[in-house]
Structure formats: C-alpha cells, structure tokens
C-alpha cells in the first residue's frame, strides 16, 4: 500500500533520527558545587543618600476628598451669608413684592408646580375673603413651588393656619405658615441658613431667642399632633371598612342557613296539612 503513496506522503512516515547519547551524571545537582553569593556590602555605595530622599508623597483617599469638598463648600456658603447680611442685600422690609400686610398673610411651601393661582384661590377661599396672592417664580419666570396669600382678615389666616395644614393640593400636601420673615426679628430664609430645621437655626438676639425657641417648638408640636391625627383617622377607616367586610362575611351563610331553615319548614307544614286534613274526616 506505501508504495503506492507519492514521496511527500512517505515522508511522513519515514522515522526521525535515533536519540543522542549523553554519558550518566556521576553526581546529584545537590551535591554539586556552586558559585556562593556574595553579600550586599560591595553594592551599598551605589545606594541613594537617606538626605536626597524626597518625602513621600500622600494620597488623597475618597472619603477625605469628599469632607474636604464639603468643607470647602460650607466656607464658602459661610463666608457669601456674612456677604450678603453685611452688605445689606437682604432686607425684607424694603421688598416691594411683598404684600402689603405681613400679619394677614399665609405662606404656603411643597407646592405642585403645575398649581395655578385661580387653584389656590378657589382652595383657601373657604376660610375667608382674599386679598392677593403672591406665586414665587425665578428669574425665568418658573415657580419655585411656594406662595403668600395675603387674607382680608387676622383671624380668616389664623384659622387658615390652624386647618389648611397638610391640605392635598394637585396631588401634593401642602406646608402652611405663617410669614416670619418681617413678623420675627431675625429671622433668616433657608437659603441664608435660616428655618425651622434643627440644623438652620435663625440667629436671633439673646433676649429673644427663648421665646422664639418655644413658639418653634409648640409650631412643630402642634404640626406632629395633627399628623398624628390624620394617621388615626385613617387607622380608624380601615378598621370599619375591615370590620364591615367581616359582617358581610359572616352574614352571607347565616342568611343562606335561615334560607334553607324556612324552607324546610315550609315543606313540612305542607307535607303535615293534607294528612291532618284525612284524619278530620275520619274522625267525621
């Protein structure tokens, strides 16, 4: 058959050259003799002077990068307040858009933003007759999402005050307040690090500062109790709405068993008639 193959196929199988023969080892590696190591001494002068040594250079990690970027930030929030409050930019008596009696007005925050002015008028309009309203736009003329009404009345914005809080406006719950910044001396808007959050305290003198302290702290309690409240009554809906499909549960087989009851008492009373009706004539 491999006399029938053509040369370059026989290659192929032609065997390889026989393996080279190499004499034994007389002695194991280990038991050979080798070169010794020198040591370092011969190397030192090649070192770097310890005195030309740079210093090490330190890396900043992210978790010191981020506090050192909040730092920075809050130094400068800092330093443009004092900015403004030296330089006597903020002044809110001097406003011109504001309205025209600051114990009459209502200030109205977490407002939906698609809120027209007509909406709001037609929701406070029940607790009293409105003079103005006031919405908060930026300078592009978009709404920031808070208002003033100003109430023809004291007692129509007190009253407004007391129950409007919390109110659902165009899916939205509304915040309502009254207007501190010309009725409380001292008093700082967020953006100046005021308000009534616990890190945004208004600076206010010291003779006043309690005083306002406790009208903040009975503001905030009072806002808690009605939270607490609406969460009562809710509590208490559910519960009715549970206990009357219970009810409704429980009723349906009792009625279908009273159901099956009188027909089987009809049934009986019809079975027993004809038969008491025989034993009468009988008995004639």
Same mark, same amino acid.
């Given at each position: 058959?491999?006399?029938?193959?053509?040369?370059?196929?026989?290659?192929?199988?032609?065997?390889?050259?026989?393996?080279?023969?190499?004499?034994?080892?007389?002695?194991?590696?280990?038991?050979?003799?080798?070169?010794?190591?020198?040591?370092?001494?011969?190397?030192?002068?090649? *070192?770097?002077?310890?005195?030309?040594?740079?210093?090490?250079?330190?890396?900043?990690?992210?978790? @010191?990068?981020?506090?050192?970027?909040?730092? @920075?930030?809050?130094?400068?929030?800092?330093?443009?307040?004092?900015?403004?409050?030296?330089?006597?930019?903020?002044?809110?008596?001097?406003?011109?858009? #504001?309205?025209?009696?600051?114990?009459?007005?209502? *200030?109205?925050?977490?407002?939906?933003?698609?809120? #027209?002015? $007509?909406?709001?008028?037609? @929701?406070?309009?029940?607790?009293?007759?409105?003079?103005?309203?006031?919405?908060?736009?930026?300078?592009?003329?978009?709404?920031?999402?808070?208002? *003033?009404?100003?109430?023809?009345?004291?007692?129509?914005?007190?009253?407004?005050?007391?129950?409007?809080?919390?109110?659902?406006?165009?899916?939205?719950?509304?915040?309502?307040?009254?207007?501190?910044?010309?009725?409380?001396?001292?008093?700082?808007?967020?953006?100046?690090?005021?308000?009534?959050?616990?890190?945004?305290?208004?600076?206010?003198?010291?003779?006043?500062?309690?005083?306002?302290?406790?009208?903040?702290?009975?503001?905030?309690?009072?806002?808690?109790?009605?939270?607490? #409240?609406?969460?009562?009554?809710?509590?208490?809906?559910?519960?009715?709405?549970?206990?009357? #499909?219970? $009810?409704?549960?429980?009723?349906?087989?009792?009625?279908?068993?009273?159901?099956?009851?009188?027909?089987?008492?009809?049934?009986?009373?019809?079975?027993?008639?004809?038969?008491?009706?025989?034993?009468?004539?009988?008995?004639?």
């Amino acid at each position: 058959m491999t006399s029938c193959l053509p040369p370059n196929l026989l290659a192929l199988f032609a065997p390889r050259d026989p393996i080279r023969y190499l004499a034994p080892i007389n002695k194991a590696p280990e038991d050979k003799k080798r070169d010794s190591y020198g040591l370092l001494a011969p190397f030192v002068k090649y *070192f770097e002077d310890p005195k030309d040594t740079p210093p090490p250079k330190k890396v900043e990690l992210r978790d @010191e990068r981020r506090k050192r970027v909040r730092k @920075e930030k809050l130094d400068y929030n800092q330093q443009r307040i004092a900015d403004i409050l030296d330089s006597g930019l903020y002044d809110p008596q001097d406003n011109k858009k #504001s309205t025209s009696d600051p114990f009459k007005t209502l *200030f109205v925050a977490r407002m939906n933003y698609d809120t #027209s002015e $007509s909406k709001l008028r037609r @929701e406070f309009e029940v607790y009293g007759p409105i003079r103005a309203i006031k919405l908060i736009t930026d300078t592009n003329g978009k709404p920031k999402g808070y208002a *003033f009404i100003e109430y023809e009345h004291e007692r129509d914005m007190r009253t407004a005050y007391k129950h409007a809080d919390g109110k659902k406006i165009d899916s939205y719950r509304v915040l309502v307040d009254v207007e501190r910044a010309r009725t409380v001396e001292g008093w700082l808007p967020r953006r100046l690090g005021g308000g009534l959050g616990n890190t945004r305290k208004a600076q206010l003198p010291k003779d006043k500062r309690g005083y306002d302290d406790e009208r903040m702290r009975r503001d905030r309690e009072e806002r808690r109790e009605r939270r607490r #409240s609406r969460s009562r009554d809710r509590d208490r809906d559910r519960e009715r709405r549970r206990r009357r #499909s219970r $009810s409704i549960d429980d009723d349906r087989p009792r009625r279908r068993s009273r159901d099956r009851e009188e027909r089987r008492k009809e049934r009986r009373h019809r079975s027993r008639s004809p038969d008491r009706k025989r034993k009468r004539e009988d008995r004639r």
